[in-house]
Every structure is written in structure tokens, then in C-alpha cells.
């Protein structure tokens, strides 16, 4: 099927649907070719993001986003169905005379749909407790007394940014975009209304200083309930994410847990009889369904790549993804397009200079799925090293030493790919060029994040990990006043995961990195500061929380990417909290630079 765009007169846009070609050119569609176009949804397309011919795919979609029915796309696929189904949605449309205009469009839109958001609930968690109650219980043992304050603000947040589902999510799913899951759950905000999967790893160690361990716990459980119905966890809890996942963190959430001082002591090996099974099955996704073999120095690894799954628009930013690709010029398919759009997605970083052919090449060079990429593998390290702790604390032996075994390996595989010796640092690999890229991405250093030492070289060992800590790559991306920028790249329009944002879960995979080493934890303090003096200073300015932040001007928001700026925000809320528990009596206030009243 086509859709073909027409503009009549001034600012009049109409739709005219179009399925195919006759020997003699287009034939206008007829209302019983469109029904019975509809009453074939049930062959799912392996190309589209999920069968939902309202949410994913088909005309209706199409109509709306190239009609621009909404500023920001992601708006139409989280409105949920007016109390029908999607069969009568579908035929409510295709009784809508031809041409399809923005005010006939409008009307049936306001008939057959709800209101954004309403099918969430604002939840106060269960768990959360005010100061006085014994909530945070760190507050105490923050020394600087503004600091203090700034803690409990974040503490405070966890009731504006926790939501549940009203029952109808649950007893009619597919009126829904929104995917069902049992507990309650803590959003990023803005636009980001649903769980996230690599965003909650923060949050949970948020949740966990504030002594929230059972709101912790159940987005653990909730993670479990994804992976029993997807395979793996998605990129958020909407359809039109299923099939592509985010950086794989459930095994890191997990091992927070169940170290965290704040989680009752029964439930540290508890746990893990409901995630261990869930976990072979995450880890089973990444090892049959986005694996590469790659062969360095003579000698072959099974790796992992970024995959996005699709080989059409994402619903979320289907305008966006279309535009793109009317302007590819030969380097790629719109198909291939799209599944490294998707695949960009997936590891969390959409967008970078890093998923480009070059730095200075157009955004529709993206080509991600040819990019090895350093700390997907690192994350798949954690993973396997933390799978073998969590199966010999169970006493499950065999399968222990399994795992073990398959971390080990992959530290010494993430040695031989990506450690660039001359750069003290690790490069992402070139599948394609079959050669590592040139250019730093403040992610690259994941592998100290994620523990990963091999048979080979013990990263974690302190003259190791100050090498890297000295190397010209973190000596530059440090030396800025409002935290690391992602990169030192110029990027394009799209492009938000590069220069000079910076992002908390990188600033956080740094500081915390190298924290976690006694003799380095002194050093690592000047970071600490300067990330937390710019997210106060923010909050002091604006009285809110950003998804990301501008490094040459502390405190300001980032900008770029396919929306504006969000405020919320979970995995900077929850981060703040990290670094006042990682340096409780070191941090100050004394730094943050407050503008004046009307600056």
C-alpha cells in the first residue's frame, strides 16, 4: 500500500490511499480493497515492530504521522483505544471518506481515542516514607547541611515519578499500547511515560538509598515478566519497543539489590530463584540473536552487536524515520535504514556520531548493526560473571562455572577486540572495515563499569586502571566544567549522544567505575563534585531534574535529538542519590553556582 501526500490550495493537506499498481498506473483504493486489506493483519509482517495495525503499522498510522496530527510522534501510539477494539478502530476508519483530511482525521481520533497518559495511575510507592518516618535513611550521614536538603528533594520525587496501571490495561490489553506488568514502577518522565529498561538501573539504586527496596524489587519482578513473554527485555514496556531491547543491565540491577544494605538480608538469595531463570533466557536472546563472530590476531570471537529487530519506521518517531529515508542516496536500503535507526535505539544512545560512517557523514550513514560496540560486551560480561556468583550462591555448581567460564573468556575477547594500547583506552570495532574506529565515546570505558577482567589482564588491577585513568582520551573529556561530554564530537541535528551533552549514566559509570577501587576512590572525588554541582546548580536555576545536561555550561540542559528537553528525571534523580552514598562527607555545596533572579 501507498500513501500519497497532496496539498490543495494554502495549508490544506490531504491523505489519498493508494494499494498497488494497475497496468494503466495507481488505482484509487476502494472501501471493501481496504477492508479486506484489514482483514488480513493477522499475516504479521517480520519487518514491523509488532502486529498492532493501530499502534505499529498500516494506514492509519501512516495517516497520522505524515498528516502531523501531533508535534511530538510519539504522542498518537500512547493514546489509548476509546473503550473498543482495535477491529472497530480499524473499521471507524476505513468508513471515513476519501480524501482523508487533518480536521475528518481530527474528529476521528477524538472519538475513537483516549487522552495520553490516561490509562496510568500517579502511585505513591508503598514503601516510601518521609524523613521524619525513616525514609532516606543516608540523610543522616550527609555532612554538607544544603545537601542534605537537595537529597530529600530527590526523595521526594519518587512519589511524582511512581505510577500503576488502571485495570483496564490488564482486562483489555489491546486497547493498549502500554504493555501490562503486575507491580509498580518508577518512570524516567516528560514524554517517557513507561518503564525503561537501562534507565531503571539507576533508578533502582536510587530507590535503594532511599530505602524503597520493595519498589526496587518489584521492577526487578517486572523485568521477569517481560523476559517470560518477550524473550528478552524490551526497550520500554510499549508494543511497538518489543522487538528490540536496550543495554542489558538486569543482571547488574540484581547484584545492586541484593548487596544493598537496604534490602532485608532474607531476600539476598530469595531473589534469585525468580530472576536466575529469567536471566538464561535474557542471555540466551543476546547470544542467538544479535551474536557475531569476529576474528583478530588470527583468531575467532563470538561477540554481540546492537540489532533493531525491524525493517520499517518506529511508530514512536515514524514521521522522523520517513523523512530520513526519502533523502537516502544509495548508501543503504530504507530497510536497512531502519533497522539501524532501530538498532541505535537498542543501545540506549539514539543518537550518535558513533552509530555514522564518519563523524561529519549524513545521519542516513547510520550503520549500527556493523558496529561492535565496546560496552554492549562489557554489559554481557557483568552479566555472565554476576549469572555465575548468583548460581554458586543458589548451588547450582555446573552451571557457575558455566558462566564463569563464558566471562572470563569474553574480558580476554574484549582485550584483544577493542584495547587500543597506544590510547591506554578501549576503541569500538568496525565489523565492516574489520579495524577498530578511531573516536572516543565517554561509554567506552564500560568495562571498568562493568568489572570485566579476563584470564589475560586483570583490568581492575590499580595500575591498570590508572592508566586509563591518565589516558589523553579521559584527561580531555574530563577537563570541561559541567561534566563529561559523550564525545568531543560536532554532532548532527539528531545527534544528542555527542558533544557537549553529558549524560548521567555515563557521568555515573565513570565516577563509580573507578570509586569502587580503594586507592582510587580519593581521586575519583573532583569528578563526583563536578557532576553533582551541575545537576544542584540546575535544580537551584530551574527547580527541575533533566534527562541531560550541557558540559560547558554546568547546570544547563542538553539539547539536540528528535524531542526537547525532558524533565523528571529518573536516572538523574537516582544517580544524585549513588553519589551522595558513594561520598557521603566529601561532597559539597559550596561550588554551585546560583544564577541570579531573572538570568
Known sequence: MLVNI????????????????????????STDSRASWIRKVKNVDPDSPCPSQVFCD????????????????????????????????????NQIKEPVTKETLKMFLDENFLPIGSE??????????????????????????????????????????GRTFSLDVAEHPHRHSLVYVPHPFIVPGGRFREIYYW????????????????????????????INRFG??????????????????????????????????????SILKEVLPALKVEHDFWMTRRNVTVKVGGQEYTMNVYRGGIRK??????????????????????????????????????FSTRWLESPEADFNTMRTEQILPVDLNAFLCAMENL????????????????????????????HAVFWNETRSM?????????????????????????????????????????????????????????????????????????????????????????????????????????????VYTGYKNTGYFFEKYDALNPGKYGGGGEYIVQEGFGWTNGGMLRLLELYPTELTSAEVDIAAPGA
Not at 62 to 75: G, T
Open 6 to 29: 497532496v496539498t490543495v490550495g494554502v495549508g490544506f493537506i490531504v491523505l489519498i490511499f493508494y494499494f498497488g499498481l494497475s497496468p494503466c498506473g495507481i488505482t484509487a483504493a
Open 313 to 350: 519506521p518506529r511508530p514512536e518517531s515514524y514521521r522522523e524515520d520517513v523523512e530520513h529515508a526519502a533523502r537516502l542516496t544509495g548508501f543503504q536500503s530504507s530497510g536497512d535504514f531502519y533497522a539501524n535507526v532501530a538498532a541505535a535505539c537498542e543501545s540506549g544512545q539514539d
Open 426 to 534: 578501549w576503541m569500538d570495532y568496525d565489523l565492516r572495515g574489520r579495524r577498530q574506529k578511531e573516536i572516543f565515546y565517554a561509554s567506552h570505558i564500560a568495562p571498568i563499569f562493568a568489572r570485566c577482567t579476563g584470564n589475560k589482564v586483570n583490568i581492575l588491577q590499580t595500575s591498570f586502571m590508572e592508566r586509563v585513568m591518565k589516558s589523553d582520551d579521559l584527561k580531555k573529556i574530563s577537563a570541561f566544567p559541567g561534566g563529561f561530554p559523550q564525545s568531543l564530537q560536532t554532532p548532527r541535528a539528531s545527534c544528542q549522544w555527542d558533544y557537549p551533552n553529558a549524560w548521567p549514566p555515563s557521568q555515573m559509570m565513570l565516577i563509580e567505575g573507578f570509586a569502587l577501587n580503594p586507592d582510587l576512590r580519593k581521586a575519583v572525588i573532583p569528578w563526583a563534585q563536578k557532576w553533582l554541582s551541575a
Open 232 to 269: 528478552h527485555i524490551p526497550n520500554g514496556n510499549r508494543i511497538y519497543y518489543e522487538k528490540r531491547s536496550q543495554p542489558p543491565l538486569l543482571a547488574m540491577m540484581v547484584d545492586v539489590y541484593r548487596k544493598h544494605p537496604n534490602t532485608p538480608p532474607a531476600d539476598r538469595d
Open 387 to 414: 549469572m555465575g556468583q548468583f548460581y554458586a550462591a543458589s548451588g547450582d555448581m555446573e552451571n557457575a562455572d558455566l558462566y564463569q567460564t563464558l566471562a572470563l573468556a569474553r574480558g580476554d575477547a574484549i
Open 199 to 226: 534507565d531503571s538501573y539507576w533508578v533502582i539504586q536510587g530507590l535503594l538509598v532511599s530505602g524503597m527496596s520493595g519498589t526496587a524489587r518489584g521492577m526487578l519482578l517486572n523485568f521477569v515478566k517481560l
Open 58 to 93: 498500516g494506514p492509519l498510522l501512516q495517516a497520522v504521522q505524515q498528516l502531523h496530527m501531533y508535534r511530538d510522534s510519539k504522542s498518537y501510539v500512547d493514546k489509548p483505544l476509546n473503550n473498543r477494539s482495535e477491529k472497530a478502530v480499524l473499521r471507524n476508519f
Open 120 to 161: 496510568l495511575i500517579r502511585y505513591r510507592p508503598a514503601d516510601w516514607k518521609n524523613i521524619a518516618e525513616g525514609g532516606l535513611p543516608l540523610h543522616k550521614n550527609i555532612s554538607d547541611d544544603s545537601l542534605q536538603g537537595f537529597a530529600e528533594i530527590i526523595h521526594d520525587k519518587w512519589e511524582k515519578l
